[in-house]
């Protein structure tokens, strides 16, 4: 079970019929009636609402029931019932009204989350947590087996088809703790690479197969996506296009721009002879990487995203993206190389959306970022070459669930290439806790040790933004 893109009037709630998980489902080819309750209470004496939907094999049993008429910023309890069977309890929270001046926001951001280098420690720990929110950053699956020191397996090689996709997903989420912070507070998400396959862009896959091939196999990725998220009827795909980008109001304290920057970028520059996919290339050597025409987002996606800021009257605009919009330049010394798969590889598409944020003087701008499987506090400027220029929005990496990271050896390499990054750390996994007030933006850092099932969390780091003063400072 899990909810999901709370409104002040209602959120969505999921879950998905499936007696034989790791095997399709188990499921008969015939629809299945489901009934949902929403309570104000968790004993279910005080149900405040109730409805049934049907669960189809077209979509898996999966149910996205978008539930009405709640009140705003209050909990709620919701269970499903089918066959006899009553599902476990959840819990959910709609967001304030709009016009409503909250006091402040809690919620928790992560990311890659891979099977098989980890434990989901993290999410037992987020469970605990006092939030409102989980906003996840993309690499909920992984379509690959790689990294050292796994500490349990995928149960099958690489998926290309529907069922493959869905087995992979149904062993992911049969993890007790991910279910757990499920069953804790209402998700947003959005994806990146490894919901399909690891660098792909736009219609070209990593290894240059033919594209219609490819497209098939996005179709497949995308619609077990869906089927296992608790997103709203809107977002269901069709075929290989699925619109997921979108907005999300937290009152007159928070706004969140979710973005998809998979489905619509330009390819990646200066790629490997035979292969698509990203490339750690020499600047001088890549004059390509350079042209103003190269988008992350697509041109319709980026406009959205610029109309969005320059209306949202919120205290904090908060971006909510997949990879490090910070320039990191890789080689220590003399000359400059940079990874082409992130924002680094679309530099002047950065340069615009940095660019719009400053002009329009857009409010306590706030970039949440995964991908990159480090912990990271960075300064973000219009032009990161040179130094003198003001600071115009805040980012932070979350480090990832259990994806290894880089060395701590590279990181420090990093920030002393790049003194507008502040903070990088890739040794540690989990998650970045934040608080949103009036005054202040709060993130904490909260680590664990991925290897170890029943490992205790702490806080590695913690930084604050003020209002109206870009640049995040060490402390809490």
């Given at each position: ?220 990725a995308y619609q077990a996506y869906y089927e296992h998220m608790p997103l709203p009827q809107r977002m269901q795909p069709r075929g290989p296009d699925a619109l997921i980008y979108t907005r999300l109001d937290s009152g007159g304290l928070a706004v969140f721009h979710v973005l998809d920057d998979r489905q619509y970028r330009s390819y990646q520059v200066c790629a490997r002879p035979g292969r698509g996919g990203s490339n750690v290339i020499r600047a001088d050597e890549c004059p390509e990487r350079l042209d103003p025409k190269l988008t992350l ?180």
């Amino acid at each position: 079970i899990a909810s999901g893109y709370p409104t002040p009037e209602g959120v969505v709630l999921w879950t998905r019929l499936a007696p034989e998980p790791h095997a399709g489902g188990g499921m008969p080819q015939a629809t299945v009636e489901v009934a949902w309750e929403v309570a104000a209470d968790e004993a279910f004496r005080k149900i405040v609402r109730r409805g049934t939907e049907i669960a189809t094999p077209r979509w898996a049993h999966s149910v996205h029931a978008e539930v009405p008429g709640l009140a705003p910023a209050h909990n709620y309890f919701y269970r499903f019932h089918a066959g006899g069977v009553t599902s476990p309890t959840g819990r959910t929270r709609t967001a304030p009204a709009a016009s409503a001046a909250a006091e402040r926001m809690r919620f928790a951001f992560g990311s890659c989350q891979q099977y098989e280098q980890g434990y989901y420690t993290a999410y037992r720990h987020m469970a605990q947590e006092d939030l409102d929110l989980v906003v996840h950053l993309g690499d909920y699956i992984y379509e690959s087996s790689w990294g050292r020191n796994h500490v349990r397996k995928h149960d099958a090689g690489e998926p290309v088809t529907l069922e493959e996709y869905r087995n992979r997903y149904a062993l992911y989420k049969g993890d007790p703790d991910l279910q757990a912070a499920h069953a804790a507070f209402p998700w947003i998400t959005t994806w990146d690479d490894h919901e399909v396959q690891n660098d792909y862009a736009n219609d070209r896959s990593q290894h240059l197969d033919a594209r219609d091939e490819f497209l098939r196999r996005r179709a497949a990725a995308y619609q077990a996506y869906y089927e296992h998220m608790p997103l709203p009827q809107r977002m269901q795909p069709r075929g290989p296009d699925a619109l997921i980008y979108t907005r999300l109001d937290s009152g007159g304290l928070a706004v969140f721009h979710v973005l998809d920057d998979r489905q619509y970028r330009s390819y990646q520059v200066c790629a490997r002879p035979g292969r698509g996919g990203s490339n750690v290339i020499r600047a001088d050597e890549c004059p390509e990487r350079l042209d103003p025409k190269l988008t992350l987002l697509g041109p319709e996606q980026e406009q959205w995203l610029h109309d969005g800021l320059a209306a949202a009257g919120a205290r904090w605009n908060v971006i909510a993206q997949q990879t490090l919009m910070a320039q990191v330049d890789r080689t220590v010394g003399e000359g400059r190389s940079f990874w082409t798969d992130g924002w680094d590889g679309y530099p002047k598409a950065r340069e615009r959306l940095l660019g719009f944020i400053e002009g329009k003087s857009v409010t306590n701008p706030v970039v949440l970022s995964g991908d990159v499987h480090t912990f990271a506090v960075a300064d973000l400027k219009v032009d990161f070459d040179r130094p003198g220029l003001p600071v115009v929005a805040t980012e932070f990496g979350g480090g990832s669930i259990t994806s290894q990271g880089p060395s701590q050896k590279q990181t420090q390499a990093w920030q002393a290439e790049n003194p507008h990054l502040r903070y990088a750390n890739g040794t540690r996994h989990g998650y970045i806790a934040m608080e949103l007030t009036a005054k202040r933006c709060t993130a904490r850092m909260r680590a664990v040790n991925e290897k170890e099932p029943d490992a205790a969390v702490h806080t590695l780091a913690a930084w604050t933004v003020e209002d109206g003063r870009p640049g995040a400072q060490r402390g809490a």
